[in-house]
């Protein structure tokens, strides 16, 4: 990793010690905190965090998910039950969160684009996982990967809710503009864009034709569930491997049904469940162009008292891990 | 509208600012406060507020909904991605809430009734959607329907977890008994009526025998799942439109099953999933015998601090008039 | 009833009013406090409330779930729409809370034993029905289950996202332990052991070895699902019959999706849906051989205000009295 | 107690266990159950609870106050360590709640009249303690006072935000109006009103010109703070019991501060804190002409869930009978 | 009022109806939206709302709270019953929300100065009062203060926990420097900077040696309430007075208890009181040379259900407008 | 430190990170985790966390304050503006929590005791401050003080609502248990014990008598106000200054107002304002022979979402080393 990252990384706040005996049970067991890079090197899985949502249009307490995330972890074994597979058997490291700024959004971004390249030209093994904040860091996150992979061209899957293809230039790169921002950068062609999720009132129409014009990919939620989620993700996934050379996994957890996202503030009635939801991560974890993903606008804020929202999350982490060990 | 509906009916206390430029893309710039009969008679949809919740046997806040239903509309749009359909491309209005009384909940029932058949009277064009309020007013907005236009014969789709037939002797015209006090009083026939959604221990055996006396059908949620909600939504609307000419539809936000709608203190455990509710929804409103419609019992003091139920409610709504849209 | 048991069983601290004229139609009108053991000695239904909870291994509310469920029962009717059977036709009785220690949790342990060695000696017709408390209260109640039928083989059905087979060396008999218990004790042989549910990450590898090694039988949620919950639930029961005398259910309600179950705090995203567990419970509730039962760690100090998951764990009860009606 | 009282006061629907060995140490111990009228006829104490709120101009759960005020009954022992005075040493019956019609609200106001008549009448030692319930019942408890003792000058000492001298012709007795009600229905002179806590903005200025008409006396709560609470409350009532026979007390829990009394919606910011509202209770209890009371307004459905209001609430009472034992 | 600032500042969301009569009971129906400048540019208090709250450096809702207090004025009346004044007798307008950016803080920041400074200059009897949003607009109203009078002196009271004297170097103008802000821009001296209530452990001891290198005054809580909190702040004005033309008044909700305002996170405990708050606020209003106020750090997504906070935030604002009045 | 301890004692689990530059600022700064004993024997403050709360006759959360303690302190610095005294200028260490066992109290009960013994020989200069967990933990802190130090009399200051005299014989070493526990043990004399808090309906008769019996010295709440909390507590110091080598401070939370400690499921309305606490405690603070003090029985996951009750407990804490700088 090149040495200018070190000051902008800062080292996960949470200890880490090494489980007694060296026998990893539970996540925060597993995951390492980036201490010396030589060693750490040929991590197979990167989480950085990415506390920004000052960014976002509503109010929002995304920032908040980096730390909850973390401390999710010991809520969890590494052994998928499921699969009989062990998550400790992939060596995982966090490098800790972006440094931000607080009165200059901008600079965010930048830093987040800054860490993002380094990361993508530090860690040529990994799946780099960001924890969000807002849907804005998806456009800096795939354009950081961009600065550090620029001869291959990107696809991405994202599931939710939303487009997120709103005009830029009214109120610059909020949560509601990251596809547009990397379509209008040229870092991504519409056309290698797909959007699974999609349902009911929550789109303006001239978005859906802004879609349409630069060929945007869309399955709604009702389309995919008559075909399989799983199906749905794979043809996706299939048809995008012919065009590009890395997939990118967008999350939005908005894409959730509220009942079962309470802490999402702008998930909505006639969502996923958990269940396709999970369902749809473990297929895209599995397909071997994806090289990167995260996950966003969670605010841990809103979540109720034992935590749904955010062990949903953290579960999101895990079967997308899951998914690139049963590649 | 005739005259003396205006003092009765206050004009909604929500501000409507017609959109910039005229381009409608949010639900609150799409429907109109009624300011100009001659304007608006020809609306096809028209919104009432029926806040109305003293008459529930328990203490509720239903009373509370069409405010929060109001304030609900900014967060969605008109543009129904599913169906690729605008609703901004007919007309609505919204007439404000029917006048009720503090103490006197007969007179409550009474204004009810009055403004109902004067809306059915002065919108001839319109579906009318009554906004509870408990599951009482449902009988007084049928019986204003049946003072309107007398000479129609009206049927009943309920999608409830109760029959509500409770008798009348007792404590009067409650959120109980809305079906019985339609059968008794001669304004619907028991073999009018079917009930979607019955389930689990939330009825007394004699008011089966009740209903199974007087012919009103019930489908269980249970059979309904076998068969597909969609279909038997179907069956009963076709069932029905060969016997009447005026379908009432009356959606009871209890027959959720409580973890979709923590906002309905009378939902329980096992009922409907808020997919279910909405595909059935969306058939009601595509048969072209549905007149009116109704969503009762919904409060918003118990819903949660992101408003699941309180959406889902307005989603239910939207989703109504899509079905409308769709015929 | 020995008489040793008296001053052990409290006698439930809610009142129980015979309804007037007789007719039952509430579940607080049908489960009558014991007070006459003689003429209730042939009661099919026995509830006892087993409220411990601080052998529980997180901080836990458990111990006043069976409150809630006895304060829950006037907001269920005893007749069963579904199946058009009325509860109220077989008889049932509450026998009170067993007595429990403040900070002897080895007593509390003894005194389950005694309480339930003592009521399955003292009710030969009934399905002893054990409201938690934590987990832990299960290796008590199949021990004395056991006392008291020493030559009949006892066999599992366990609904759950974990094995609860930890080891109980390092922290005696705790919610994580009950299974282990009754193996390591020799009163459940492993292969006698049917876990419906487990998903995911939340069982470490030395778990499934263990279970492995004792023949303990398990079918993953994402097995069961494909299969059906039902038909998945009687071919365990089918296997298991062909083996034992007598069948033990035990319901932990963390097997539900967290979403589904707020008043769970050990509840995981992606577990069962409530219509999951439901037609589970029933399938169990209608086989011959399914004489006991228990519904474990539900904490009514963490569910939300209208209390979907005291509602929930009540149904779960009446569900399964249905099943043994339908015998 | 005249015989018909008995069909309309519900026995309480809680049991009483007679404690063993007779020490009584908790209040749930001390309080009995009425059953049998010519044991109890000398009760020092009578507690009745009145749970209407559906007479509350905003959605009201003071429906849920008698239950909830039951149920707290147990977190309080008898001895009041203050006074060193045991609560247990005097006699107090519990009648039940006055039974109430759910859709007929002048039927409710009819029957408290009634009941409180009857108390008034069949329990000549007692103070009479409603538990509200809004604050409509007042009016009702004082016109049966009123209807048993006809010869008798009746005073109030309110504790109050609010006059409650709304005009009923709009919306008839509300819980807006008792003040009101009671005057012009000549109950209760204006000049033998005495309200103490009014502050801030939450009376218009025509209430306050109806008062100066009518001669009713108040004391805002900054004057009350500057002479002293107690001082304050002991001359409202030396200056009262020169005119009146009987002095009635009526605490409406608004009157305190919102951040002291969550689950008072109407409470506001500046009100009375916890221990100035116990300090004037404790004084109106000592006064010999003190004869009745309520506490109303108390909405347990918006309590926090340690329930400070609940509980507060139900200190208020104990302190009332604690200063009638220092009387 | 200067043209360019009709398309900045949008006029309120909320309807204002002229009330029936002409009789103003309500805080709703006194303050008039601003629609036209000549009728209004007499009024004495003018509402301005700055919903920012991306520049705060915890996660802040604080942007909800013009909306939240706009919608609280119903539940107050105009009428001071401490005073007997009515503040309906002086003109009061309400001229919107300053426009604010997405994800340029800086351009946020711009506006806000550039609305203050039209304000200031287009309505010159008012008492300019800004309903943040975070602290960090104070320093932007304030700078816009003193550009519309460059030529008056200005002097600031501030009732805060924090000294909010943090460098800008790091992290540009947050909440946490707007005191500091004023001081090196040379818009304030230090020395005509006047805190009362700090308190505890929340500032960091450099912030307290830049208060006393730059001759910033401050009465911690402790000290205030020896001397009493009216006499300390007209202590301080009468100080200000002596030094300045203009008193800006700051209210940081963070000085109250944290047991008061449950919807302030950054409130603590051993903070104000209600009762001293109110006091203090009062006391500032009447002196003449307080022109402008705010409150700011009041965020209403934390609040609990029953809106204490909220409510606290709206009288503090009536509180110092009844200031005005008595002057 | 005794050798012994090390695998007793869990270092603490939060990450301890030396400020840059070794400038402190905040209190995570500040109390650093125990690694070297050699190097921190002269601490003069030492942290020890006792997260057990199975012990509680009411299911409690208490066991996970010792976490949330250590959470809570990077929202406060070290600098006490009060005072202006730097509380970084006195070391302190934190040495974990004690190791519990979930199924044996007793075995948490002698580690605790043990823990204490250690603390008090290895750290001589120390104050030892526990934080509990339920207030069993009390009896077992002062008796390891009393092994480390036997020729030492020990006093007792307790602030509580309670006597926490409960007889041990029924149910063992519990929360209501330790001021008798120490009595009966002969550890503490009753007269050496000095009770300030008491007040209300919270203590039996018998638990008087028994205060009385045995000498125990308690000042009412409300004769406490009327001579002034803090020259209270310097009268029982000075008192018990005359008789014993060492004073003990034990901090119920539940003496605080359940208004103010809305994280204190056993606190009661009437109790202890936040500022007379904080005064009580700084005055403990401050007497050079208190030797160690705990905090207990708050209960994080009743808290609010702010955390009013944690921070609080915090503060109580700051406020007691304050007193420890003060002297």
Partial sequence: MKSFLFPKINPSSFTWVRPEGGVISKVHEWIEPLTDYEKSKDAEVVVVGVPLSRSSISASGASEFPDAFRRAWKGFTTYNLDHDIDLADISAIDVGDVPLHVTDIRKCHDNIIEASAALHTSFLNAKVCAIGGDHSITAMMVKGLHQAKPNERI????????????????????????????????????????????????????????????????????????????????????????????????????????????????????????????????????????????????DPLKDYQVQPTVKLGTHVFLTFVSGVMLR
Same sequence: chains 1, 2, 3, 4, 5, 6.
Wanted: with cysteine; aromatic share 6%; hydrophobic share 35%.
């Fill in 155 to 298: 696809g991405i899957l994202q599931f939710d809710t939303h487009f997120d293809l709103r005009d830029l230039t009214d109120n610059g790169p909020s949560n509601g503009t990251p596809m547009r921002n990397l379509i209008e950068s040229g870092v991504v062609k519409g056309s290698d864009m797909y959007n699974i999720g999609l349902h009911g009132f929550f789109n303006t129409k001239d978005l859906k034709q802004y879609a349409d014009e630069k060929g945007v990919n869309y399955i709604t939620l009702s389309n995919a569930r008559k075909k399989g989620i799983e199906e749905t993700v794979n043809q996706c996934l299939d048809e995008l491997s012919t065009k590009v050379d890395t997939i990118y996994l967008t999350v939005d957890m908005d894409c959730l049904d509220i009942a079962h996202a309470p802490g999402v503030p702008a998930s909505t009635p006639g969502g996923m469940t958990t269940a396709e939801l999970l369902d749809g991560v473990l297929a895209a974890g599995c397909h071997p162009k994806v090289k990167a993903m995260d996950i966003v606008c969670l």
